[in-house]
């Protein structure tokens, strides 16, 4: 049977911890769009969603053609752009797995384990791919057989979900979020196993103190302000406010050294795939030659947008892991700034975000 990552059994966490996550991130996904629609007029007029495509059923037993056009564009993005998200991932070799109401649909898994059974009459690209039932189906990278893959829900499974309808292009780069996790898994299992335990301690973490939600929000604001920052030094001198204000709130909050890995671990696993999501729309955007049935819009769309937004105002409300996404994100392009070839002088399992910006830092 193949090994599917289970992390709520494997770490015997609490129902609203980490064994949520995948639920945790559609709500997010979901919420995104709820709130940008009050916040709206803060954004730009670029990046507007697409109009929703029609959608097969969110049960079907095989791949649709709209799920083999947009797992298609998946691949060929990560193909195309990848090393410039990190270096090496264009060429992993990470299945991935898209899963509806009923079933799960493995791509690029030779041979995969029972219960996954190759569809004989089904193909994409010209090679079979495997189903199985849905066996907790999950938003994050999963284990097949020693293999990690990248699972995400189809966009007519996410969009029958939630009242708020999200575009192919979106959805594309949220697929690459997971693939990113997978890729994280693949480099380094320990690390990212490691990441993993931190929410074994979550419960402890102090959410609901109103000091430290205040200083969670001054902190975002110094890293949102730091990635504005006209100037190179402007840029330097926000970066090193942001780690003064994380130093004393740390310090005032009387953290402990387990609750502050948990924030530096959730940076690297959560805060490293958001930025690699984003980074994606980039450079997908960017492309001379796009996907006519899949266009990305120059900037990012609104949805995206308003994480910033978030980063910049609303850090101190962020609940669970949510906060992380951001806060590591943030710090990851603030070192594509501050010091450009950081990925390819530090393998990813021996990133530390936090430490790796403060010697961008105090060098200057």
């Known amino acids: 049977m193949a090994e599917k990552m289970d992390v709520k059994n494997s770490l015997n966490l609490p ?21 940008s629609l009050l916040g709206h007029a803060l954004l730009s007029s670029q990046g507007k969603p697409q109009a929703r495509p029609t959608l097969p059923p969110p049960d079907q037993p095989v791949l649709s053609a709209q799920d083999k056009t947009e797992i298609a564009e998946v691949l060929k993005l990560k193909a195309e752009a990848g090393d410039k998200v990190w270096p090496g991932l264009a060429a992993a070799d990470l299945p991935l797995i898209l899963f509806n109401a009923r079933y799960e ?26 189903r199985r039932l849905v066996d907790r189906p999950q938003n994050f990278a999963v284990k097949v057989g020693a293999a990690y893959a990248g699972s995400a829900s189809s966009l007519e499974l996410m969009n029958n979900k939630g009242p708020m309808k999200i575009g192919l292009d979106f959805h594309v780069v949220l697929v690459l979020h997971e693939i990113f996790h997978a890729y994280q898994a ?11 335990a931190v929410y074994k301690v979550e419960k402890n973490y102090p959410f609901q103190d109103k000091d430290m939600a205040a200083a969670w929000v001054t902190e975002g604001a110094a890293l949102a302000q730091a990635l ?30 387990e609750l502050a890995d ?38 990012l769309p609104f949805f995206l947008q308003w994480d910033f937004v978030r980063l910049e105002k609303q850090m101190g409300t962020q609940e669970g892991d949510l906060r992380f996404y951001l806060s590591g994100m943030a710090q990851a392009r603030l070192l594509d700034r501050l ?3 950081w990925k390819s002088r530090t393998a990813l399992g021996k990133v530390y975000l936090e430490g790796l910006l403060r010697s961008a830092t105090s060098k200057k």
């Open 339 to 341: 010091s450009p070839d």
């Open 262 to 299: 948990y924030e530096r671990e959730l940076e690297w696993l959560e805060g490293l795939a958001k930025y690699a999501e984003v980074r994606f729309y980039e450079l997908a955007a960017s492309r001379a030659d796009q996907t006519a049935s899949i266009k990305f819009n120059p900037g």
């Open 186 to 196: 693949d480099q380094d299992a320990a690390r990212f196993d490691r990441a993993l």
């Open 228 to 257: 504005k920052a006209p100037t190179y030094d402007e840029a330097v001198r926000l970066a090193q406010k942001f780690l003064e204000i994380r130093d004393a709130r740390r310090g005032a909050a009387r953290l402990s050294p």
């Open 105 to 130: 649909f493995l791509v690029g898994a030779a041979n995969p384990p029972v219960p996954w059974e190759v569809l004989k009459d089904e193909s994409f690209q010209g090679k079979p791919y495997s």
């Open 15 to 35: 129902q609203t911890s980490f064994a949520m996550k995948a639920s945790l991130a559609q709500m997010a996904w979901l919420a995104v769009f709820v709130v």
